[in-house]
T-cell receptor, first 111, second 113 residues
């Protein structure tokens, strides 16, 4: 079983739609959680950290459920510029705070 | 403030050649990392460093060596390149305190023929 699992998609949605991505992780000792965004042939960029209480940044909302080992990302009012691969990431303390990456979920927003 | 930079951006090697990839960060981060990314796979950790003068192995260290002689620089070496090392290499850095979010360089695309 992979340590971080995501639905690879692609999710094809129209502009203005609301879309949600889910992610599960297997290591119950994981301490920090993030969503990164990666555009084609570019480096991953931090989108937002994920906190147990849930957090929101504009059109983006992240949720963490430690009991179910589940992380989600909700994007409201999708824009064409949101098209990218979204990476679910957890911290593995085994390797000096190594990030463990999911394989990513592809989002395509169409006009 | 350039963040994390990597050189070179592209490189083509022949099997058996050697090269060094350079990563530099200007954020005064303690931790630095080298990852590789292959098609259809997540990023995998090659080596990492938790401070100047220290290095440690990650998930896929074979065929690579690293050095961290200065806090701001982290070098990745390939002593004898193999076609299996064709990949995109990303360097990252982070603080030594939670939440340990990492910031990435733009990547180096390496092809070994």
């Amino acid at each position: 079983r992979k340590e971080v699992e995501q639905d690879p998609g692609p999710f094809n949605v129209p502009e203005g739609a609301t879309v949600a991505f889910n992610c599960t992780y297997s290591n119950s000792a994981s301490q920090s959680f993030f969503w990164y965004r990666q555009d084609c042939r570019k480096e991953p960029k931090l989108l937002m950290s994920v906190y147990s209480s849930g957090n929101e940044d504009g059109r983006f909302t992240a949720q963490l459920n430690r009991a179910s080992q589940y992380i989600s990302l909700l994007i409201r009012d999708s824009k064409l510029s949101d098209s990218a691969t979204y990476l679910c990431v957890v911290i593995n303390m085994e390797y000096g705070n190594k990030l463990v990456f999911g394989a990513g979920t592809i989002l395509r927003v169409k006009s | 403030n350039a963040g994390v930079t990597q050189t070179p951006k592209f490189r083509v090697l022949k099997t058996g050649q050697s090269m060094t990839l350079l990563c530099a960060q200007d954020m005064n981060h303690e931790y630095m990392y080298w990852y590789r990314q292959d098609p259809g796979m997540g990023l995998r950790l090659i080596h990492y460093s938790v401070g100047e003068g220290t290095t440690a192995k990650g998930e896929v260290p074979d065929g690579y060596n690293v050095s961290r002689l200065k806090k701001q620089n982290f070098l990745l070496g390939l002593e004898s390149a193999a076609p299996s090392q064709t990949s995109v290499y990303f360097c990252a850095s982070s603080d030594a305190v939670p939440p340990y979010e990492q910031y990435f360089g733009p990547g180096t695309r390496l092809t070994v023929t």
